[in-house]
Nanobody, 122 residues
């Protein structure tokens, strides 16, 4: 099973950019579809973005489409989420996750990182 560690969270002003990264170790990284989810205080965890094993196909939540970009580097065993034009409603803990199937549902993801806090000030 893969182990996932997120990094790169922080505080940014509205309209700013931030890049969060997820480093994978353990079981072969390329076996997994990778996704990013987020959870704001008092809310359920929600899907943000996902990328296929090859990195050729991606999917995004409507709320982040056009602003966020997911990418993976199989040589480095990392998956990144570039976040632009950030809004206060993007404030949440961002989690990296791995799945053996293509899905936007959190219950289909088998392995999770510990999360990294992203705060967007207004």
């Amino acid at each position: 099973q893969a182990q996932l560690v997120e990094s790169g969270g922080g505080l940014v002003q509205t309209g700013g950019s931030l890049r969060v990264s997820c480093a994978a170790s353990g079981r072969t990284f390329s076996w997994y579809i990778m996704g990013w989810f987020r959870q704001a205080p008092g809310k359920e965890r929600e899907f943000v973005a996902t990328v296929t094993k090859s990195g050729s196909l991606t999917a995004y939540a409507d709320s982040v489409k056009g602003r966020f970009t997911i990418s993976r580097d199989s040589a480095k065993n990392t998956v990144d989420l570039q976040m632009n034009s950030l809004k206060p409603e993007d404030t949440a803990i961002y989690y990296c996750a791995a799945s053996s199937q293509w899905s936007t549902r959190s219950r289909d993801y088998e392995t999770w990182g510990q999360g990294t806090q992203v705060t967007v000030s207004s």
